[in-house]
């Protein structure tokens, strides 16, 4: 195959005589011909994106060049012959030519830490091949949302995740190619620009919305794109094509060329997979062990690739991708009349949100008719349609039905050993005649159904008498099931209530599932099936009502929402910021939307993250043994076999680490004991990451487990275990207050934690060093000091020993403040022992398992208040679920403590908060550290005062928020003029007031669709209440050619704190941005700085590369005084004559905080950030889905340094936040066993997610503190997200007050779907089976 030559453009032929079954393309493509690209283990199973290349092949029969998105990681290199293969740096590198799309991705700010970045790139670039000029709608399509569309449009693209940036800006980069970007309401009165023109014309300040210049963009040109190999077209016609067999070290790959010999292969192996997409074997053979001495690869067969229709249907060939099969089901559903078509549309329905794109582009349709997993979503379709699988063998044709004993794997149904499937034939529906294929997931695109469903119903003629009735659930059991019994006894019935009453009974008989299910979910799932069977019952009352409306009533108006899915629009918005001063200097860049300093080098791969650096002569791999009990004594550990296998190095533990194995209570290596499951007992290092791995499967340990294992907060505080004491602020007379108010209302609220899910997984590279027991070390981490300290605690040698270096990191979020030290110690600990560097880089399951995340928390209340909505008293108790060690638990804690009056003033106010001690996986800092969980609380009882005085929240907010200069609980004076300013701005804009009555008229007219609105108002504060963790320091070199290298103590994390520090140094030095230059953070360069978090990595470090500036420009000032026409060479030039020093450090001694908690009183932040957000949502109330309408966000930015660092860090937060509180479930089993470990089965937002309409507003402030007067807006928009939380409680009080449910409820976070469905209590919830908790143990625990 082919590859794209680095550097120039040309095409290059790469011709792989040892082409190994096992291997697939991202590693082959990373270690083998080691290019510098892309995610490692970030998933690896498909879902993220991160590893998308274009694979481009030649079609002889068509005469035509496929180019199709596909993910490297699950594509076997073998499968690649013949096809060319294009790469992120095959589109455009730095040293050669930067592609349009790179350029755009970059100017536009749709990179941020750039690790997901060559993907995007190749999504897009790889849409611009099929389409020159895209729509909008493509390009959201091309990065993973399908929006509705016309059905002749061309093929679909890719799905990709980014965790920092939101995706609106990607999105945005990708329309740059379409013609209109123009918002599509401006001019109409209704965007908000508009009204933002009028607002703003008096204004002395102007508003910018524009964060990049169109005219800087180099034009597309498609004529310029690589031609496609003519060996490939001349090797794909070849007439005398032969089989080809690539043999392995364990494996051989047949590819056979003709039917006949495929045949002939599949009755010799009848055990070898027949490998099509791969992407149902692939991930068997990573994460299920499975091992195939054989594979068949009949790629590109025309018996297996064809469409044939006839009057009755249609039999597409098995070898058909679901993206080509896609296509043929629009062909037909547009040339056919609509009665015909019911089953294709059906499953062109659910091939809309099937995986992500490239998935679609490489599954082929015989892929999961053969595997039949308990999940798909064709095969239900495909069997209420009556589909049927054409069959062959050496020894002929056969047909078989797709139907339930097939689906339901009995014996009698199946395919024989020697079989292949040919193709699938498609009956076309008929008249009286109705199939629908229906779903629910927890994120709308590219999830695995929760519970979906095939179903099918024929009427006698002219009649609404059932006649046939077919019904397949798929994900309530091993298999795909039928409800064939309850079927046949409805057969003659009428289709009407009475009909759907007895058959939901019936049917929730006879799919029985069980309480402790694996999966969980239980009640919900049973829920799902009859409301889901509901939809397909008005579906069909409505198509009859088409049919004959005089016969047949149709449903009420009411109900017709319920068959709508949400559709997936484009997103559109705003961004606005204050334009620059038009008198500053034009090369002062403070203020302007400069461009991430590395965005061009992530947009080409360039960009070098830790598993991108080269191979280290003798380097061995880290793969670890985790404890897989969460509370154990270790009777055993066993490692010969592991030692016996090839490649294996050495296994590490406890007994190897010469200094502390126990720093600071947290443990690096299990000894004697296991106190979760995760924890690292021990490593193996061998020469591959392969061996490692295997090696460490098979370490034996034996436990013995000891009680009590504590999981839960209700667990840990029944066991009096908690890591810290109590912490406590409280002002007024809570007691007192409570005997003086109207009413008193007391409740509890659970939010969940949350996984960081940074792309980039914890990564160290240790390299040891022959002399004085010097250790390097390479890491992503926000804290290199912290790395230092342990490493040197673990090896027992001074601090001064170990250099650790850090350039950027794929994403942190705060999950890589601590972590990186006990890992880069596990590291070092084998570097030391095996004397050899070691690459430790974590797979995305073990990272997850061992790093744990945000703290799960619990909030009790108690408030006291007027009918008016005035609150007089609370009384609020905090516990957080810190997991086994110490960590950064107990200043979370405080963190919540302080922070959680939020904007809201209580006179009389008591909060105290504890943090758990459990049996899991350490929690740490997250983005907001404690803030978005504890502010739940808050605005739940907001909103439980409102509903009991019958108000709506946003008026019981307005009554209780500060409004003037005032003093917080513990008694710090702030000015809250901006929260003000930002609220009623908020409200304003959105016309919330307007928009609210809109979706009470909505909900008035739609049963099972609601729609709600919320606005929450933010007071969030930057730093740290201890003083010298605000300090920093940097260090700047002028060198002889004027150019300037600015190090610093802070971490490059993706949020842009290189580039505002070039933008400062820009301003202090007074020269050009392209003159400085920034190249990492180490520990040798600025000594024991801190931690880069709290939203302070501005603050303090652009103060002390501030002061360097100063320093050095007050050294060269009588230099320029004397020669104030010389140039800035000039200058440096002369000092160095004069013998000036032209190098030196900066320092800034930090914000002078302090808490005092014996008194309960302190200053204890610098500053507060304002904000409030505005979320509108609707909600289905059948399924438990929702649909995020529109988020204005104002957050008080004071002066922005960076606009476009700013808003990218608001919205990307924001869109977090949104993930914390709806989608992002982390499963853990009674026993404490994380079972979330993959992008597979933790749902965080993808590009359908975000607020169609998304407008967010840096608002102007003082803030004479901080550098520039600027703010700290690092981690205050995840909150924000919080406004999408309180819109679906909105919606579903709406709902429940329809269904006469009056009673205050508590929605606890995250409303997943079935948090939503179940709490939208009607006749299904009603009417499923419940079960007695004491009678068994559920599949899955909520730990907070
Ligand atoms: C990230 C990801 C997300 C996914 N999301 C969804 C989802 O939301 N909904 C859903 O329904 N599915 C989903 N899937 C599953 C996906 O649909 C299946 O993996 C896919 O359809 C399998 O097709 P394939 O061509 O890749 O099969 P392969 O992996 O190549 O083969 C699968 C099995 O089928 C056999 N086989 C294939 N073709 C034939 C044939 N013609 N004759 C005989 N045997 C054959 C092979 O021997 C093998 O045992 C997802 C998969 C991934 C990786
Ligand atoms: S690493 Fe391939 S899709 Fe994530
Ligand atoms: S920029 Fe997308 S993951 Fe960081």
Redesign the pocket.
């Known amino acids: 195959y082919y590859l794209p030559k680095i550097p120039s453009l040309f095409t290059m032929q790469v011709t792989e005589k040892k082409a190994d079954p096992e291997v697939n393309l991202l590693f082959y493509l990373r270690k083998v011909r080691i290019l510098s690209f892309y995610c490692n283990r970030s998933g690896l ?3 993220c994106g991160a590893c998308t290349v274009m694979v481009s092949r030649y079609n002889p029969k068509t005469k035509t060049i496929h180019h199709f998105p596909a993910t490297a990681c ?1 594509v076997p290199i073998c499968s690649l012959y013949g096809a060319a293969v294009t790469t992120v740096e095959g589109v455009g590198s730095i040293k050669t030519r930067i592609h349009p799309v790179q350029e755009r991705l970059a100017k536009c700010h749709g990179t941020q830490c750039g690790f997901c970045s060559p993907g995007m790139v190749m999504s897009i670039y790889t849409l611009l091949r099929n389409h020159p000029e895209p729509t909008p709608d493509q390009i959201t399509e091309a990065l993973g949302g399908e929006p509705s569309r016309p059905l002749r449009a061309g093929p679909r693209v890719d799905s990709n995740l980014c965790r920092c940036t939101g995706y609106r800006p990607i999105v945005e980069s990708g329309k740059t190619f379409c013609e209109s970007t123009v918002c599509q309401m401006k001019g109409s009165g209704k965007c908000c620009l508009d009204s933002e023109e009028k607002s703003f014309a008096n204004r002395q300040e102007k508003i910018c919305t524009k964060l990049y210049n169109e005219d800087e963009f180099q034009p597309f040109d498609p004529s310029q794109e690589p031609i496609f190999p003519p060996e490939l077209i001349r090797m794909a016609e070849d007439p005398n094509k032969r089989r080809l067999t690539f043999q392995g070290q364990r494996t051989t790959w047949i590819a056979p060329v003709t039917l006949s010999d495929l045949l002939e292969l599949r009755a010799n192996f009848p055990k070898a ?11 068997s053979i990573k994460f299920k062990n499975e091992f195939h001495p054989v594979f068949l690869s009949p790629l590109g067969l025309p018996e ?1 690739h064809f469409v044939n229709t006839t009057d009755t249907g249609v039999t597409i060939g ?2 058909y991708s ?1 993206a080509q099969l896609n296509e043929a089901l629009r062909l037909i559903v547009s040339e056919q009349p609509k009665e015909k078509t019911q089953t294709c549309r059906a499953l062109l329905k659910h091939l809309r949100t ?3 794109a490239q ?1 679609r582009n ?3 349709l ?3 008719v ?2 039949r ?1 308990n ?4 095969n239900p379709i495909l069997a209420a349609g009556n589909a049927t699988i054409n069959l062959i063998s050496k020894d002929g044709q056969r047909q078989i039905p797709l139907n339930g004993p097939f689906l339901e794997r009995s014996p009698e149904a199946n395919l024989k050993s020697e079989e ?2 040919l193709s699938v034939s498609i009956p076309y529906s008929t008249q009286w005649h109705y199939v629908s294929g229906l779903r629910l997931a927890q994120r709308q695109e ?4 929760i519970v979906n469903a095939g179903m099918s119903v024929k009427f006698e003629d002219g009649t609404n008498v059932i006649k046939e009735l077919q019904m397949f659930y798929g994900s309530v059991g091993p298999t795909v099931v039928s409800a064939s019994q309850s079927c046949k006894q409805l057969i003659g019935r009428r289709w009407d209530d009475q009909m759907l009453s007895d058959a939901c009974r019936w049917v929730l008989d006879e799919i029985y599932i069980p309480p402790a299910a694996e999966g969980g979910m239980v009640e919900y799932k049973r829920t799902l099936i009859i409301s889901l069977l509901f939809k397909f019952y008005l579906k069909v009352r409505q198509g009859l009502n088409k049919m004959d409306p005089q016969k047949f009533p149709d449903i009420p108006e009411k109900f017709m929402s319920a068959l709508e899915d949400f559709p997936i629009e484009t997103p559109q918005g705003l961004q606005m910021f204050q334009c620059v001063d038009p008198y500053q200097p034009p090369q002062d860049p403070v203020g302007h939307p400069v461009m991430h300093q590395s965005a061009i080098k992530h947009a080409t791969g360039q960009a070098v993250f830790i598993d991108d650096m080269p191979p280290i002569d003798q380097e061995l791999f880290l793969a670890v043994v985790t404890s897989t009990r969460a509370h154990a004594k270790i009777i055993s550990i066993d490692i010969s076999e592991a030692l016996a296998l090839p490649g294996v190095v050495d296994v590490i533990t406890a007994e190897d680490v010469p200094g502390d194995n126990n720093h600071e209570g947290e443990i690096l290596y299990a000894q004697n004991e296991v106190i979760c499951v995760g924890q690292i007992v021990c490593t193996v290092a061998a020469d591959t990451y392969v061996h490692a791995k295997e090696a460490a499967k098979k370490v034996k340990i034996a436990y013995e487990d000891i009680e009590p294992k504590i999981i839960t907060i209700e667990q840990a505080i029944e066991h009096n275990s908690f890591l810290s004491a109590e912490k406590k602020i409280e002002q007024g007379n809570v007691e007192q207050a409570f005997k003086y108010v109207d009413q008193i209302i007391e409740g509890e609220v659970h939010v969940e934690g949350q996984e960081h899910f940074y792309m980039e997984t914890q990564s160290i590279l240790a390299i040891p060093k022959t002399e004085d027991k010097e250790m390097v070390l390479h890491l992503g981490t926000q804290f290199p000091t912290h790395v230092q300290e342990y490493v040197a605690a673990a090896l027992n040698v001074p601090r001064s020993r170990i250099a650790c270096h850090m350039k950027r990191a794929g994403g942190a979020f705060g999950g890589k403040v601590t972590k990186p030290a006990l890992l880069g110690a596990v590291g070092a600990v084998a570097a030391n022992k095996t004397g050899r560097p070691i690459r430790f880089i974590l797979e995305r399951g073990d990272d997850m398992l061992i790093t744990a995340g945000r703290h799960p928390l619990l909030g009790k209340y108690k408030i006291g208040f007027m009918n008016n909505g005035m609150i007089k008293a609370a009384d609020v108790e905090y516990y957080i679920n810190g997991g086994c060690t110490p960590d950064e638990s107990e200043m979370v804690l405080e963190f919540i403590v302080l922070k959680s009056e939020n904007a809201y003033y209580i006179p009389n106010f008591r909060c105290r908060g504890r943090a758990c001690k459990t049996n899991l996986p350490s929690n740490t800092a997250f983005r907001g550290f404690g803030f978005p969980q504890a502010t739940v609380v808050v605005e739940a009882y907001i909103t439980a005062v409102a509903s009991q005085c019958n108000l709506l929240p946003e008026e019981v907010k307005e009554i209780n928020m500060y409004k003037r200069i005032s003093k917080t609980a513990y008694k710090e004076t702030f000015n809250p003029e901006p929260l003000r300013r930002c609220w009623k701005e908020c409200l304003e804009k959105s016309s919330f007031y307007a928009r609210k009555l809109a979706a009470e008229e909505f909900n008035k007219k739609n049963y099972w669709k609601k729609r709600g609105l919320a606005v929450v108002p933010m007071k969030f504060t930057i730093g740290i209440p201890i003083a010298y963790y605000n300090q920093a320091a940097a260090l700047v070199h002028i060198y002889l050619d004027g150019s300037v290298l600015v190090t610093h103590g802070g971490c490059e994390l993706g949020q842009g704190l290189h580039t505002k520090m070039i933008q400062v140094a820009s301003r202090e030095l007074n020269i050009p941005q392209s003159y400085i230059h920034l190249s990492e953070t180490s520990t040798i360069t600025v000594p024991n700085a801190v931690f880069t978090a709290g939203s302070m990595g501005t603050d303090v470090n652009g103060k002390a590369v501030q002061n360097a500036c100063q320093i050095l420009m007050a050294r060269l000032h009588p230099i320029i005084r004397r020669n104030p026409k010389g140039k800035w060479e000039d200058w440096v030039a002369k000092a160095f004559e004069d013998s000036i020093s032209l190098s030196t450090t900066g320092y800034y001694k930090g914000y002078q905080t302090n808490m005092d908690w014996e008194k309960e009183e302190g200053n204890a932040y610098p500053y507060f950030v304002y904000g409030a957000s505005c979320s509108e949502v609707e909600v289905d109330c059948l399924t438990g889905a929702h649909k995020l309408l529109r988020t204005d966000i104002f957050m008080d930015a004071a002066f922005s340094i960076n606009p476009a660092v700013d808003i990218g860090q608001i919205e990307g937060a924001f869109i977090q936040g949104m993930g914390l509180y709806t989608i992002e479930e982390l499963k853990y089993s009674p026993e404490g066993v994380l079972y979330s470990r993959g992008p ?1 089965d933790y749902k965080i937002p993808t590009v359908t997610e975000i607020p169609e309409e998304f407008y967010v507003t840096l608002v102007r402030s003082r803030n004479p503190i901080a550098i520039y007067s600027s703010k700290g807006l690092g981690e205050a928009g995840m909150f924000m997200g919080s406004s999408v939380l309180l819109a679906i409680y909105d919606a579903v009080a709406a709902a429940r007050r329809e269904r006469g449910l009056t009673k205050t409820f508590t929605l606890s976070s995250p409303a997943t779907p079935e948090v939503i469905r179940m709490t939208c209590v009607d006749q299904f919830t009603d009417m499923i089976p419940r079960d007695d908790p004491s009678t068994f143990t559920p599949w899955s625990i909520h730990v907070s």
């Open positions: 199973d498909g879902s699950l997979p027949l490998v099509m997409g791969n992407t149902a074997v692939g991930p297996l098995a070898g679901l099937l995986a992500g998935i490489m599954a082929t015989g892929g999961p053969v595997s997993p999940y798909s979503d064709l292949i499937v590219n999830a695995f159904a597979s």
